[in-house]
């Protein structure tokens, strides 16, 4: 497989992580049908966009690769039919899924942190490496934010573990193999390294330092 079809394949694998991360927030949040299938997309096409707008794409790719967002909304719906005959079995596993989502959460933050930095470099920008590692941490990040705003939490990113730190530090990464060296070896290296510190930080409770006041 060429870089282009290997980019792709990524692409598709973070649209159906992201979407299954989403949607199981939404299950969680008792959302009908529709509101499962709408946080479960946006979940996987919201950083996409925001990305494509600051690029100055418009509109944006997702608006021309229709079927990125039909696999993300197909996928949404397998999790809601899914979650809806075994609801019994989703409350009593609720740690059990909390693993769950966090690995989807980790694999779609890590690939679209790396598709996001290439695409910054791929225009032009590789030049400008905070420019294009701020592309990936927003690709990687933006669709989550517009998540939980709609099912109204304060965004993931600004409060829990180890997230946007995971998303710069493989963006840079990223990009520092890119224009040192090929595509597939800094998405093989940066890819699962995010995974990693990801995954690590929701088992370990890592977390930036925060100031917590009292009334």
Same mark, same amino acid.
Do not use: Q
């Given at each position: 497989?060429?870089?282009?079809?290997?980019?792709?394949?990524?692409?598709?694998?973070?649209?159906?992580? $992201?979407?299954?991360?989403?949607?199981?927030?939404?299950?969680?949040?008792?959302?009908?049908?529709?509101?499962?299938?709408?946080?479960?997309?946006?979940?996987?096409?919201?950083?996409?966009?925001?990305?494509?707008l600051f690029l100055g794409k $418009?509109?944006?790719?997702?608006?021309?690769?229709?079927?990125?967002?039909?696999?993300?909304?197909?996928?949404?719906?397998?999790?809601?039919?899914?979650?809806?005959?075994?609801?019994?079995?989703?409350?009593? $596993?609720?740690?059990?899924?909390?693993?769950?989502?966090?690995?989807?959460?980790?694999?779609?933050?890590?690939? $679209?942190?790396?598709?996001?930095?290439?695409?910054?470099?791929?225009?032009?920008?590789?030049d400008m490496a905070i420019f294009?590692?701020?592309?990936?941490?927003?690709?990687?990040?933006?669709?989550?934010?517009?998540?939980?705003?709609?099912?109204?939490?304060?965004?993931?990113?600004?409060?829990?573990?180890?997230?946007?730190?995971?998303?710069?530090?493989?963006?840079?990464?990223?990009?520092?193999?890119?224009?040192?060296?090929?595509?597939?070896?800094?998405?093989?290296?940066?890819?699962?390294?995010?995974?990693?510190?990801?995954?690590?930080?929701?088992?370990?409770?890592?977390?930036?330092?925060?100031?917590?006041?009292?009334?």
């Open positions: 497989m060429n870089e282009t079809v290997i980019i792709y394949v990524m692409e598709l694998i973070g649209t159906i992580a $992201f979407a299954i991360s989403g949607a199981l927030i939404a299950v969680r949040r008792s959302l009908d049908l529709f509101g499962v299938v709408l946080v479960g997309s946006i979940t996987s096409v919201g950083g996409g966009i925001m990305r494509d $418009f509109p944006p790719n997702i608006f021309s690769n229709v079927i990125v967002l039909i696999i993300a909304a197909i996928t949404a719906i397998v999790v809601f039919v899914i979650s809806y005959f075994n609801v019994n079995k989703f409350e009593s $596993f609720e740690k059990r899924i909390e693993s769950i989502n966090n690995f989807f959460d980790a694999v779609g933050l890590a690939t $679209f942190s790396a598709i996001g930095t290439e695409m910054a470099c791929e225009l032009g920008f590789y294009s590692i701020s592309m990936g941490m927003l690709t990687g990040i933006g669709g989550g934010i517009i998540r939980d705003i709609l099912v109204d939490s304060t965004p993931y990113v600004l409060k829990k573990h180890i997230y946007a730190l995971a998303s710069i530090i493989g963006s840079t990464i990223y990009y520092l193999i890119r224009i040192n060296g090929n595509k597939i070896v800094a998405l093989i290296v940066s890819i699962p390294i995010i995974v990693v510190i990801r995954l690590l930080a929701a088992k370990y409770h890592w977390k930036l330092p925060k100031i917590n006041l009292k009334n």
